[in-house]
């Protein structure tokens, strides 16, 4: 079972930035499946990017070129930097952790990107 608690959320304007951080508890942190889901109001929850245990990524198309998702083992920490928000970026961001165990999710942070 892995805790994660997502920061760095809130409102920004369209062709702004955001950085979104996860901090995980746990000893096997290097061994699990990181990424970043969200959820737009009236839509279901919808991967954004993952980062495997050995760092390979993946990006929803709508997002590629424009986030980037890493992570720190030592810090047990995974990042997801925004740039070039849009107006459909808005969406509650769910961080999580996936192992042979099963999937422990954040509570979430609201992103907001409006004029």
């Known amino acids: 079972q892995v805790q994660l608690v997502e920061s760095g959320g809130g409102l920004v304007q369209p062709g702004g930035s955001l950085r979104l951080s996860c901090a995980a508890s746990?000893?096997?942190?290097?061994?699990?499946?990181m990424g970043w889901h969200r959820q737009a109001p009236g839509k279901q929850r919808d991967l954004v990017a993952v980062i495997s245990s050995g760092g390979d990524t993946n990006y929803a198309d709508s997002v590629k070129g424009r986030f980037t998702i890493s992570r720190d083992n030592a810090k047990n920490t995974v990042t997801l930097q925004m740039n070039s928000l849009k107006p459909e970026d808005t969406a509650v961001y769910y961080c999580?952790?996936?192992?042979?165990?099963?999937?422990?999710w954040g509570q979430g942070t609201q992103v907001t990107v409006s004029s």
């Open positions: 999580y952790a996936l192992s042979v165990s099963g999937v422990s």
């Open positions: 746990g000893s096997r942190f290097t061994m699990y499946h």
